[in-house]
């Protein structure tokens, strides 16, 4: 699975692999401005004061490891400075970061971001659609995270596909606040005695949105806080490169074994385009974002006339024909227009499922409120 790749007259690039050790000192090591886009998860420092509990006296399991504490604002200072510095150096000169964060961090590591020369693009806020509730009732429920989009410098040509990320909307320009659920269920990774595997682990789907929306196949992904490896395995399935640090043993065995079952996407899967439909409440590229639908499969029309695949941006392409579930619905049957989820379905088990069946699970859960 190893790749190995040498500019001239640089040193080897560790594609997909997981390199092992301080985030710092590895980034260090590796050659200058080889990196097209860095994600990192930074430790959130989270400055947890004594045990949580549930309504009903259960322990919450709060991030209380040893990896996010920090003896004093300074010392988390230094640490984001000396990381991001590292980042900095590794990117290209068009290359770009994302950093997310919450409240207790994210104020501290943007003020570090434009002192180390990155220039601030958009904040983007992760709104969750099943936040976890404040048990204490002490304070507002923390419903989201923000994440920083920075280019290298002032003026740098980063990669930015707006028709790609509208079409994932359903033709609507994407804005800078996206509904997104946490990562629970089957995504969740667990350990050897079912615990979280992670406790930070981000869904896949918010990685979906900014790798379609700031990279191009074949592209360098690196993520310095690796974890359980949700960037790896995007960047694999959506024909990226990536390359992960992370220090944590255990979390290199998760995620080792993660990125040994994740499968690339076929080329024509990968390729994007754009979208003019109309904003319906569910986007489609919802479902493809959270894995109900998956590059390259094949949709089916309801009257068993027609297919087509589905594409990573949520267009769909048949017969030559490339657009929305609606349009590509509406140009095969020939007819002025088409409700594309209720027209189109995959066939599972021998029987059809329409599509607008995951539409209902995914209002179904936004509209859930957690105990």
Same mark, same amino acid.
């Given at each position: ?14 594609? #997909? ?39 009903? #006296? ?29 980042? +900095? ?25 434009? #002192? ?5 693009? #958009? ?64 995504? +969740? ?6 615990? &979280? ?92 974002? +959270? ?15 027609? &297919? ?64």
């Amino acid at each position: 699975m190893n790749a190995m790749t040498k500019a001239k007259g640089a040193a080897a690039l560790p594609l #997909n692999t997981i390199l092992d050790g301080d985030c710092i000192a590895a980034m260090n090591a590796l050659p200058e401005g080889s990196v097209d886009l860095i994600f990192a998860d930074p430790p959130y420092n989270l400055q947890l004061r004594g045990e949580l509990h549930r309504p009903d #006296n259960s322990q919450v399991d709060a991030v209380d490891d040893a990896w996010d504490q920090f003896s004093s604002f300074a010392a988390y200072d230094k640490f984001t400075q000396d990381w991001l510095k590292a980042a +900095r150096r590794l990117l290209k000169p068009h290359g770009a970061i994302w950093v997310i964060g919450s409240y207790h961090n994210i104020f501290r590591v943007g003020a570090a971001m434009q #002192n180390e020369g990155f220039w601030l693009l #958009n904040d983007v806020v992760w709104r969750k659609s099943n936040p976890m509730p404040n048990f204490r009732g002490k304070r507002l429920t923390n419903a989201h995270e923000t994440m920083i989009w920075a280019s290298r410098e002032e003026g740098g040509k980063y990669t930015f596909n707006y028709e790609a990320l509208k079409s994932l909307n359903e033709g609507i320009q994407m804005r800078s606040d996206w509904v997104l659920p946490i990562c629970t269920g089957h995504e +969740r990774l667990k350990d050897e005695n079912g615990d &979280k595997a992670h406790p930070t682990q981000k869904p896949e789907s918010l990685l979906h949105r900014v790798l379609v929306g700031t990279t191009n196949p074949g592209d360098v992904v690196l993520d310095p806080f690796f974890g359980t490896g949700t960037t790896g395995a995007v960047a694999k399935m959506l024909g990226r490169n990536y390359i992960g640090i992370e220090r944590e043993a255990a979390y290199r065995k998760v995620a080792e074994k993660r990125l040994a079952k994740t499968r690339k996407f076929d080329k024509e899967a990968l390729q994007v385009s754009t979208s003019k439909r109309a904003e319906p409440r569910v986007p489609f590229g919802q479902l493809i974002e +959270r894995g109900m639908l998956r590059p390259g499969e094949e949709l089916y029309s309801m009257n068993n006339r027609h &297919k087509a695949k589905v594409r990573a941006d949520g267009t769909l392409i048949g017969d030559d024909v490339k657009g929305s579930i609606h349009q590509v619905g509406a140009a095969l049957e020939g007819a002025p227009s088409c409700n594309g989820w209720t027209y189109w379905c995959i066939k599972k088990d021998g029987k059809r499922v329409p599509i607008d069946l995951f539409r209902q699970q995914i209002r179904a859960e936004m509209a859930e409120r957690p105990n």
